[in-house]
């Protein structure tokens, strides 16, 4: 038998995982806000990979970031490590594994609508595993091997059976205390974001498409991530846009208010969804009870 020692060969994977999301992204805040974790612990995990492996892998300019030529080549070898490994483990838990479920959302949809509904089955007895990947980008969510997904767009896509959640529809959002002083547009702070797909609507499409030109005139803060905007928000430093569903936690619990006066209908809607003929009678129980209406 050949000994192979990958504990003293390989370091940790959450490493790996950690480098693999900051090279996709090409930024740890995205990376940070996909992995459910602070940009420092991102930070330190590189700089402790960089420091295993013995060279550096990033190259820091300031808030930007580049590659290094062996960055690159750990970044092509270890993100198609990964997606074998995760396909490897998807194949045996739809073969083998019983009472778990696995969903797939963007970033939003997974930190402020699944993730309370997910938490909150998981307090109860006898709640199954639940993972929950997330990932901005509609064909890197199609690609998972995931057993359902919460996807949005005008219907529901080619190939993939699935439900209606809840039509799309954008509004400004607040604090409460930034909420009752705000009057017209023009003279707030909008929260503005870089858009990674073309269905987002940042402040510009937001007053072109409600012809509120007001907005034109306002301070705009780019803050670059979408969930930046929201958590900013939150934290009463600005106005943010949202689709009052999606956010339905924040503003039930008083941390949001949606400003009504500005609502737009986007045309888009909320569906989850699976592959056609892969939804078992077990899984669509599971989707129930973590808190998705089928």
Request: contains cysteine.
């Amino acid at each position: 038998m050949i000994m192979k020692n990958y504990r003293r060969a390989l370091p940790p994977l959450d490493y790996l995982l950690f480098f693999e999301a900051v090279a996709r992204h090409g930024n740890f805040t995205r990376a940070a806000e996909e992995l459910n974790v602070s940009q420092a612990a991102v930070s330190k995990r590189i700089k402790v990979l960089e420091d295993w492996l013995g060279m550096p892998l990033i190259d820091r300019h300031g808030r930007r970031l580049s590659l290094t030529r062996n960055g690159k080549v750990l970044a092509t070898n270890s993100g198609e490590a990964l997606d074998y490994l995760n396909s490897c483990l998807q194949q045996l838990r739809r073969t083998h594994g019983t009472g778990r479920l696995s969903l797939g959302a963007n970033v939003a949809v997974s930190q402020y609508w699944l993730t309370p509904r997910i938490n909150e089955y998981l307090l109860g007895r006898d709640a199954a595993p639940v993972t929950l990947t997330s990932t901005d980008k509609d064909a890197d969510l199609f690609a998972l091997e995931s057993d359902a997904l919460v996807f949005y767009g005008p219907d529901i896509p080619t190939g993939w059976d699935g439900a209606l959640l809840f039509e799309e529809t954008w509004l400004p959002v607040a604090a409460p205390e930034v909420a009752r002083r705000s009057g017209d547009l023009g003279s707030a702070t909008l929260l503005d974001f870089d858009k990674l797909t073309p269905k987002w609507v940042n402040w510009g499409d937001f007053a072109t498409l409600t012809g509120h030109t007001e907005i034109d005139q306002a301070t705009k803060v780019n803050l670059g991530s979408y969930g930046s905007t929201l958590d900013t928000a939150i934290r009463g430093r600005g106005l943010a846009l949202g689709c009052p569903d999606v956010l339905r936690f924040e503003i039930d619990a008083g941390r949001l208010v949606a400003l009504e006066a500005y609502r737009l209908a986007t045309g888009r809607s909320y569906f989850v969804i699976w592959r056609n003929g892969q939804l078992t009678k077990q899984i669509r129980d599971l989707i129930r009870d973590v808190g998705i209406p089928l």
